[in-house]
């Protein structure tokens, strides 16, 4: 649109909402013939979303918008300057909302998908949008954003299916468009039957990508980067997920590396955290590598990209993998995690700091780092200098529990550069647990334990260099407050509803914040948007449950972890698997348990997922269990989660599951296992444990393979286990014997390993362990650095046969025992382990292990 400057061309006036009309004489002609078209993403029609795909083009033709065939008010002018040809078209005003349009002639070299390049100014300070057609059918609506001012001028791509020869293709101010831009010029691309390929690594390799429900890695075709590829997409449902991270919001582009096998297109669907993008239509290769370029709209931090076989889609490729421009490195162990941890003990305080102990049931014992800070006279704090800015505070604590044990409230008080902020609502009653396995709410049963919680809070808005503060003034009642570590982070505003394939709760008899039961009102609104094939949206808000949640092929969204949760009551309520493909994401589930009661508790989720289904985005605490996955599961993606505080494990996948995977994930302070894969009863295959970050667990161990086959913990971070626990445990402790491989690499355990006061052992920081059964099919461990064990750093231990051990490329650095301890009959190779710093020794050596030495060993 015009700027409120007259010329002898034009006449302005402001709307009431601030924007101004341009009015003129208009102009209209035959648009120009194009070039052919060089692209390949298809846009599935009626998506809101304002997405652009690009691809390798020859040159273009460019079409100037005053030639174009202009209507309903829309008009040539040339006030502002800049544009290309002889001026530009405007009359996008709100004076003529649902009739200006600029119509184009569009030459198509071949059939498919095309892009064109839109030349526009919109100086309204906010993205405006307009609808695009192609041959008469609407394409989707598109948003440009805002440029500096009227005399600004960007580009934006936006993929479009063109027929072979002439197309119409039009701009056009609907009446549910916001108009109000100056169109420059469209510059379009055609579809091609030769894509090009660019030099260059990829920054997200298909081999490495989550893939279920197909697509297998190969390495036979040559010219892929990495170590190989994914091929077997052609089963609908077939799928590949790339974790992402950005640095900021926004629509980024996307290169997909891809072959075809044969002389036609592929088809397959992209969506970015489990919205769908467009369908692409990637042209045919014939064998060779080629390169797609489109783009996907990415939040902040983690996210996923999936290529996913859709009803109607062939998926006839290959995929070696996806450039994303813009995106930033994941972590290399551990997870991309969207907050900031400042531990206590590094802060600025006046009060005492206790620790470092490792004694079980001290509370230094229970810390990150084993060490936390002490509040307990009036004044005292601990402050943090924000690195980045935040809006949004998780703070971990203990505070003394009621003679009672049923828990006691109190407030701690924060400050933002000297200005008290809020107060802060903490409280006893999800920690502190009394006597004997599975542990109780009485105090009189002694044994303490299990000290600290966590609470979060939105803030406002503190920009980085705000000092943070966190002081016991005279109204905070607690004796004491122990502070172990404090996370900030930049929480986007609640999610509105997605355009489509959504059904809210709210108009569905659902009603948030009401304080009464919504179990009932949830399931019967889950049944109803399943049977429209439509996912169900929870509002901003929490709903209480009180029994199972149903999840039979359901897709359950919320407005985000910070402002959608499901709220559980007395160890009661949670989301239940009953088959089919189900997807669960962006929301809290928070559990009103206080204790273990593992006969009548339920976990945040549960059960049979059927095959193909996504937990992502989940905040899970105060549960039994966070995860607890059955057969017939298969191909289930866990990631992004945070679970924190459960009574049991973090998660259990149990009994038959097949070719699933956690990710991406911070799991902390659980009473069991905080990552496990349980085969009891039916083998556990194919699965794996990789990129998480886990901190703390009592009772078990960090990440746990019990018996099955082909499965793997990879690329974690393990630290402070507390009691009974290793890092990382390879074991027939429980459940049936391996039958198959099983895989430890590239993890970092740092103070990990515990004693077992029921056994009067003690637990090595990696440890394999032969229970029940031998263990004779293959188990490696590779490329881990075990770092400050509480004992000895690896410990193969007990009565039965450890055969076919493979150690490679380890690191033990300081351990309060061994560096390699083995009490265990049977035989392993290895090569490249180094030990320093150990307090009893390199090696101890008993049980007629034998140990094949390879090159590359120092230290024992």
Known sequence: MSSPRGTSRSTTSTSTDGRSRSRGRGSAGAARLVSPFLLAALAAAGLSAPLAATAHAAAAVTLEAESAVLSGGARAESEHPGYTGTGYAGGFTDGNKGTASATFTVQSTAAGTG???????????????????????????????????????????????LAKGPNTVALTFTTANTGNINLDSLTPTSPTTTPTDPAGPLSHQAESAFASGGPTAASAVPGFSGSGYLTGFTATGARAVFSVAAPAAGTRQVALRYRTPGAGAATITLTANGAAVRRLTLPATSGAWATLTTDAPLRAQLNTLTLRTEAGDNGDLQLDGAEVTGSTPNAARGATLPYTVYEAEDGATNAGVTGPDRTYKTLASEASGRRAVVLDQSGEYVQFTLAKAANAVTVRYSVPDNAAGTGTGATLSMYANGVHSKDLALTSKYSWVYGAYPYGNDPSQGDAHRFFDETRTLTGEFPAGTVLKFQKDAGDTAASYAIDLVETESVPAAAAMPATGFVSAATLGVTANDGGDDTAALNNALSTATGQGKGLWLPAGTYDISGSVN??????????????????????????????????????????????????????????????????????????????????TRGLLATGLRIRDTYADGVNLHKGTTGTEVSQSSVRNTGDDALALWSEAQAVTDCVLRFNTVQLPLLANGAAIYGGSGNRIEDNLVSDTVTGAAGIAVSTRFGIPFSGPATVQRNTLSRAGGYEPNWQSKLGALWVYADTSDITTPVLLQDNDVLDSTYSGLLVSWQKNVANLTVKNTRIDKAGGYGIEINAAGSGTFSGVAVTGTASGGLSLAGGFAVNRGAGNSGW
């Open 551 to 632: 999840l039979t092929g359901a897709v359950l969204r919320g407005a985000g972890e910070w402002h959608t949760a499901l709220r559980g009551k007395n160890g009661k309520g949670g989301l239940f698997g009953r088959g089919g493909t189900s997807t669960v994401q962006d929301l809290a589930i928070s559990g009103e348990a206080d204790h273990r009661d593992d006969g009548d508790s339920d976990a945040a989720v549960e059960g049979d997922f059927g095959s193909g289904s996504t937990f992502q985005n989940l905040w899970i605490q105060h549960s039994k269990v966070g995860l607890w996955i059955d057969a017939p």
């Open 115 to 161: 892009s064109v390049a839109i030349r526009y100014a919109n100086g309204t300070g906010s993205p405006q949008t307009l609808s695009l057609y192609a041959n008469g059918t609407k394409v989707r609506q598109i948003s440009l954003p805002a440029t500096t001012n009227w005399d600004t001028w960007a580009v934006r791509q936006e993929p479009l299916p």
